[in-house]
């Protein structure tokens, strides 16, 4: 496929010439730019890349929507491991809903049977250039990291790790307010496995500066992992520094295993203590000893922000997932040729619009060179052939808008009930944490009292037996020794007493954790059943959009060839070069 560097147009491998500006073309760099895929989506550009898949800029073929289109890497689709984690981990991503994760819209496979995924098209910077940009000031850092959480917090419930968080997959959107935005990029997709700043071989999934020490040795790592990345990041923001700092991979991950990282504190000494207490329980070795879940933190980072002073902390509520910045410009989550992109601007309208306003100049073209209806048949023919293939074209696009219509209200349905499903999920998921932090104190408790147990019990035992060994006789040591074994003894008591108070309260809170377990289990089913049922439905429609999309592209590859001729033929005539002048700009 050939491009016109001018007007963006697409021509077969044939043509040499742009048909509107004359400008020579050049060969498509990318095979995949300006493919038509699943019948929907047409690219436009390519974003960035990573090790296992292309994002590329594109737009909806039938109304011009910006999206984003992730595609699999061929030279990986033989990967059965790999394609089933990115199917996988797509489908949950795509049910999670929330505004605080990137929308996964659409999913499925080229003819070729490359899977892709189609993402909503974002504003902004990633928090990785944010960073970059110097020390960012504690209260936007604590809300950017809140925010964050809460789309984590929706994620684990629904048993989705993230496995590489840090800021380059993180997103802050602008707002038409001036406010941050924060959205959570690449859910679950381990496309860091070839990174450069990962072993070749990709024994390691994952960066190495936020990677939790159990992500060192296990790839099953649960979702304490992702609290350990939030972490680090909470300590650059507090102190522009990593905890850990290395010249190589292995550096990162000795230190992540062995070392204790130096507070905060040591740092910047008038942070919050609570802050520093927080950040340092964040990056536990033991993820046992980190907080039990992320709503944890967001309780607990949200009583910090609150004492904050400069400025205040604004918990924005936020927009509904189904929101959109006001002023897109082109999002690439792999994090290479984003900002090329978004210089770019906006793309190209809708391809039917056009051959629209092409086809009026064609007849302008035709009634100026040949007054009269004085043309040479076979250009009447051409041009004929021309407003055939418009009127088909917008008579297909009008059965694919009715089939789109469809997909969108299945889409729009869906996604409603995820949020209900979601707002749900955030009440019991609140509910799961408050009970999983009084176990952690009831246990806590229990400890304390075997170990009193554990203790009391040698004294006991020590002045029973020296009790035992003295004369019957009353003498003043032998009270002292009876006083001192009922004071062991009343001591031993208690502890026996309250230990036992304690495992009744920890069994009491496990039986209220399953309980909890249960009706989120409950959640979790229901949700899976009406998502699948609506990607079932979708996928019946969009079968039919496929087969009209492909219809079209043919429609238009021969609406081409016949423009080209037509504009060949009358391009030297004189009195049109102010048409052709208006057909360049169009193309523009």
Known sequence: MKICP???LRYPDENTHCFIDRAEL????????????????RIESLLGEGGMAMVYAARTALDGKPVAIKIFRKELAKDQKLRERFRREATSAKRLAHPHIIEIMDSGETEDGT??????????????????????????????????LDGLARAHDFEVVHRDLKPDNLFVVRLEDGSDHMKILDFGIARSMHDPRLTGAGEVFGTPQYMAPERITSIDAGPSADLYA???????????????????????LLKHLREVPVA???????????????????????????????????????????????????RRVPPPPTSRPAVPSLEGPLGQARGAAARKGTLAPATFERWERRV?????????????GRSKPELSSLLDRVRTAVTRMGEQRQRSLREQMKIEAIHTQSREAQGRFGRAMDTLGQDQSRVREEIARAKQVRDEYQHVLARGGTPFAQIHSKVVSSPAAPTAELTQLYRAGLEALENLGRAMHEHQRAVAWLEAKEREVQDVNFQIEALRSQLAKLSQAAEDESGQVQQSVGQLGAEMAQIEQGLMADAVKLADDLRPVPV??????????DGN
């Open 6 to 8: 001018t007007c963006g």
């Open 26 to 41: 050049n060969e498509a760099p990318d095979p995949n730019i300006g493919r038509l895929i699943g019948g929907r989506y």
């Open 115 to 148: 899977q892709y995924l189609v993402m909503e098209y974002l504003s902004g910077e990633s928090l990785e250039s944010v960073f970059e940009q110097g020390q960012v000031p504690l209260a936007r850092g604590i809300d950017l990291m809140l925010q964050t």
């Open 230 to 252: 939030i972490g680090v990041m909470l300590y650059q923001i507090v102190t522009n520094r990593l905890p850990f700092e290395a010249n190589d991979i292995s550096g990162f």
């Open 264 to 314: 905060p504190s040591k740092h910047v000494p008038d942070i919050p203590k609570a802050l520093d207490t927080l950040i340092l329980r964040l990056l536990e070795k033991d993820p046992a000893k980190r907080p039990v879940d992320a709503h944890a933190v967001i309780k607990e980072l949200s009583a910090i922000a609150a004492q904050i002073p400069r400025p205040q902390v604004a």
């Open 360 to 372: 009026q100049i064609f007849s302008q073209m035709m009634d100026r060179a040949y007054p009269g």
């Open 576 to 585: 049109l070069h102010n048409l052709f002048a208006e057909l360049e700009a």
